[in-house]
């Protein structure tokens, strides 16, 4: 009799063991389910807020961008950045939405001018559109800033973040944006003047400070009519124009890159004294400044500093003559303010 119980229970053991088992698995299944689509929902709500985030920075730097194309430190610039800035919101002819948009391109946007702002370096202090169209001087940069903007557009519903916390049933997202000139396309070389006019009419071709305007020039021998030699000079064009303290004066191997390139890391020339030393190496710089001309030898290369567009070869009697050497038999320029 004892057999026989023992091996009932037996029986009864192992057929009830599998079904505890099975259970347990379908508890396992279920709580993983939650877990697998809160993560699902959290990725959704993410993905929304890195869009909508995307859009942000990308209104931000194209308003920056186009804005700061503007800036030459006058109120008119200032002016034409407002300007540029507001167009970049109005809606295209026969389009839905405008310049820029929001919620995957669903939705326009509406600018306002206290959204931007105007500084004289990418780090500020900043000005608003009103006190930079009153102080002008030395705006070179611009600021947008979509928080000054309808709080809708940064604004993000969500749905599986409010299961964690309940307040955040909707969250937000904002882009800022600096931009402005980091160089100014002009060849770091000075030339005193060969006249103190700035303009005057002589036998009636218009002079620039004793310059005629579209002639070519020698540099090693500005002044070929006179026994007294050309004053020119290097400028240092790492040092903006009005910099605080005693700055170096530039060396030929520092200002090569940028004779190479026609071009100073400034923004501007002007507000300011800049740093030269006298006379221009050209002995050292001559074939960095070949370079305009589609010549090159180092430290320039056809990648960091292509030619300029507007060259073209000047030839005389088919080339046997240098064409310089020709006295031309009379002018051909007219007078212009232009």
């Not at 909508?52 to 730097?61: F, H, I, S, T, Y």
């Not at 519903?157 to 882009?175: D, H, Q, R």
């Not at 400070?209 to 064009?237: C, E, H, K, W």
């Amino acid at each position: 009799m004892r057999n026989d119980a023992s091996a009932a229970c037996a029986v009864r053991h192992g057929r009830s063991a599998p079904e505890r088992q099975r259970g347990a698995v379908a508890v396992m299944f279920i709580g993983s389910l939650i877990v697998i689509f809160g993560f699902f929902g959290l990725a959704l709500d993410l993905s929304m807020l890195y869009n909508r985030k995307v859009e942000m920075q990308n209104l931000a730097d194209t308003v920056a961008l186009a804005a700061a194309t503007e800036l030459n430190g006058t109120a008119l610039g200032v002016s034409r950045a407002r300007q540029r800035a507001a167009e970049r919101f109005v809606t295209l002819p026969g389009t839905v939405v405008g310049g820029v948009s929001y919620q995957y391109s669903t939705r326009t946007m509406q600018w306002s001018d206290a959204a931007i702002s105007f500084g004289t370096t990418p780090g500020g202090p900043w000005l608003d559109a009103g006190s930079a169209a009153a102080r002008p001087n030395g705006l070179l940069f611009v600021r947008i800033d979509t928080r000054a903007l309808d709080p809708a557009y940064g604004e993000v519903g969500t749905m599986f973040i409010p299961v964690l916390a309940p307040e955040m049933k909707t969250t937000s997202t904002w882009a800022a944006a600096v931009a402005g000139r980091s160089a100014i396309k002009v060849a770091p070389i000075g030339i005193c003047a060969m006249r103190p006019e700035e303009i005057r009419n002589h036998k009636g071709e218009l002079e620039e400070y004793g310059f005629r305007r579209g002639g070519a020039y020698d540099l090693m021998q500005l002044n070929p009519n006179s026994t007294t030699d050309s004053v020119s000079f290097l400028i240092n064009p790492t040092v903006a124009p009005g910099a605080v303290g005693v700055q170096p004066a530039a060396d030929a191997a520092t200002a090569a890159p940028f004779v190479c390139t026609g071009t100073m890391a400034m923004a501007r020339v002007k507000g300011g004294e800049v740093v030269v030393s006298s006379p221009f190496p050209l002995n050292q710089l001559h074939t960095s400044f070949n370079t305009r001309f589609d010549s090159y030898s180092a430290p320039c290369t056809p990648t960091s500093a292509p030619p300029d567009t507007n060259i073209k070869e000047y030839k005389y009697d088919n080339g046997s003559v240098p064409w310089m050497s020709t006295t031309p038999t009379s002018q051909a320029a007219e007078p212009s303010l232009a």
